[in-house]
């Protein structure tokens, strides 16, 4: 079946930013998240098996399950992520960047299956530090076992000196290979996602298999496509471009949450098995820790003012659409029921 534009609108933001106005101009069927989630999800049980209060399934990463669901339904190729923030988006046309950068990959023989836009002085530093900081820890705790086999400077080189190659799998092997197991893990993600220029770069592109094994996240949802690229050994292909990208104005605090969130996910992962591993009990130890973890400390914007916390609802991370799918919670429509919800004729 050829593939079918399909525009996922998340709930709150159907009025404001992302509208059936935005659908007609992309050329695209238009579907509104509220309406899909109480025919096809049931949330309550859901919030019940994982430990996560049933009024935080919201956000960009909600929207991204139903596309998941239209995905399965249709057998489609790739979902496309254009955040919906994105406030010149004509201007910047990320659709055309990112499905010519595609098309050209593919041309030249690449099978592309994770692309995002690169832009430039994101402010996402601190996700690069905390990924830094995470395997040079590693190590240290590490570091009785790795002298024993080699120097820990000789190792450590090796890694940096990695970075240009990691699309490489031999040579990534070969350069980690004298770790211990959980340094080895580390390693790996820091080599995939350090070149990364935008780590939370809200456009891209994700193919069907990289879909397949996706955690479920509601707020996160960049974060979780990092991780488990790096984890599945997907190379991530990065598109630049010289156009400046505008944003509708987020608040100041709700930036410095997005970002703390996404580095708690990054330190959680890193500290624990592998995400693509976690059981049942797992993801409910994590989203109970998480919701229990709720204040978030923002550093003032005034000289005369105090640290300040706010009370957060942070992610909670649930199986990939497969697994919630056997176990009932989520139903695929079919295709001709889908085509009638999208008006399609």
């Given at each position: 079946m050829a593939d079918i534009p399909v525009l996922v609108v998340e709930g709150d933001l159907a009025v404001s930013y992302m509208s059936e106005s935005l659908a007609k101009s992309l050329d695209c069927f238009w579907i509104n998240e509220n309406d899909f989630l109480n025919r096809f999800f049931n949330i309550k049980t859901m919030s019940k098996i994982y430990k996560f209060p049933f009024h935080a399934f919201k956000g960009k990463g909600i929207a991204h399950i139903i596309a998941r669901v239209i995905m399965k339904a249709f057998n489609l190729s790739y979902i496309v992520m254009i955040d919906a923030d994105l406030q010149n988006i004509e201007e910047l046309d990320p659709l055309r960047l990112l499905i010519g950068s595609m098309m050209s990959f593919e041309s030249s023989g690449q099978n592309p299956e994770h692309i995002v836009l690169a832009t430039p002085n994101r402010k996402n530093d601190g996700l690069h530090a905390t990924i830094e900081n995470m395997l040079q820890n590693a190590l240290i705790s590490d570091l009785k076992e790795a002298l024993k086999k080699k120097n820990i400077q000789k190792i450590y080189k090796r890694i940096i000196d990695i970075i240009p190659y990691r699309n490489d799998k031999q040579r990534v092997v070969s350069a980690i290979k004298d770790l211990p197991e959980f340094s080895k893990n580390i390693a790996k993600i820091y080599l995939y996602l350090t070149p990364i220029v935008h780590l939370l770069a809200g456009e891209r592109v994700l193919s069907q298999n990289l879909i397949k094994k996706l955690p479920c996240i509601n707020n996160s949802l960049e974060t979780i496509i990092n991780l488990t690229a790096s984890i599945l050994d997907i190379p991530t292909y990065?598109?630049?471009?010289?156009?400046?990208?505008?944003?509708?104005?987020?608040?100041?605090?709700?930036?410095?949450?997005?970002?703390?969130?996404?580095?708690?996910?990054?330190?959680?992962?890193?500290?624990?098995?592998?995400?693509?591993?976690?059981?049942?009990?797992d993801y409910r130890f994590f989203n109970?820790?998480?919701?229990?973890?709720?204040?978030?400390?923002?550093?003032?914007?005034?000289?005369?003012?105090?640290?300040?916390?706010?009370?957060?609802?942070?992610?909670?991370?649930?199986?990939?659409?497969?697994?919630?799918?056997?176990?009932?919670?989520?139903?695929?429509?079919?295709?001709?029921?889908?085509?009638?919800?999208?008006?399609?004729?």
């Open positions: 990065q598109v630049g471009h010289k156009k400046l990208r505008l944003d509708y104005p987020n608040s100041y605090e709700k930036n410095e949450i997005l970002l703390i969130a996404c580095q708690r996910l990054i330190q959680c992962f890193l500290n624990y098995k592998s995400l693509l591993e976690w059981n049942e009990n109970v820790l998480n919701t229990t973890l709720s204040q978030i400390h923002i550093l003032p914007q005034e000289w005369n003012k105090p640290v300040f916390s706010i009370s957060a609802n942070l992610d909670f991370i649930i199986p990939s659409l497969d697994v919630l799918c056997d176990k009932g919670l989520i139903e695929i429509p079919s295709i001709n029921l889908l085509k009638n919800i999208l008006n399609i004729h």
